[in-house]
Nanobody
Framework: QFQLVESGGGLVQPGGSLRLSCVAS????????IGWFRQAPGKAREAVSC????????NYIDSVEGRFTISRDNANNTVYLQMNSLEPEDTAVYYC???????????????????WGQGTQVTVSS
């Protein structure tokens, strides 16, 4: 069964850190592009970061540059999103998704990301 499961979300104070995990089962993650997306209440879902099959990475939100890092551990079929210096504006449900392509898209898009996890809530608040 093709499945993605996110974990690691929670409540954190501004300036804190979280590491989100996305564990894949039923398929070898190394052959898929993996993206992290987020959706805040009342807003559209947006791409945050992406990891290609060759492990190149892309970020799509200027405000997370230098704060968020995507990485993959193909041996454990897991992709991570390390989030540092969190801000209240980072509050959202975070999703991972898989695309059967080779390269990350050049812009924020959900096109080709056909497989999605259930999401994990990240709340940044004092």
């Amino acid at each position: 069964q093709f499945q993605l499961v996110e974990s690691g979300g929670g409540l954190v104070q501004p300036g804190g850190s979280l590491r989100l995990s996305c564990v894949a089962s039923g398929f070898p993650l190394e052959y898929y592009v993996i993206g992290w997306f987020r959706q805040a209440p009342g807003k559209a879902r947006e791409a945050v970061s992406c990891s290609s099959t060759s492990d190149t990475t892309s970020n799509y939100i200027d405000s997370v540059e230098g704060r968020f890092t995507i990485s993959r551990d193909n041996a454990n079929n897991t992709v991570y999103l390390q989030m540092n210096s969190l801000e209240p504006e980072d509050t959202a449900v975070y999703y991972c998704a898989a695309a059967a392509t080779y390269y990350c898209p050049p812009v924020s898009t959900t096109t080709n990301f056909h497989y999605w996890g259930q999401g994990t809530q990240v709340t940044v608040s004092s």
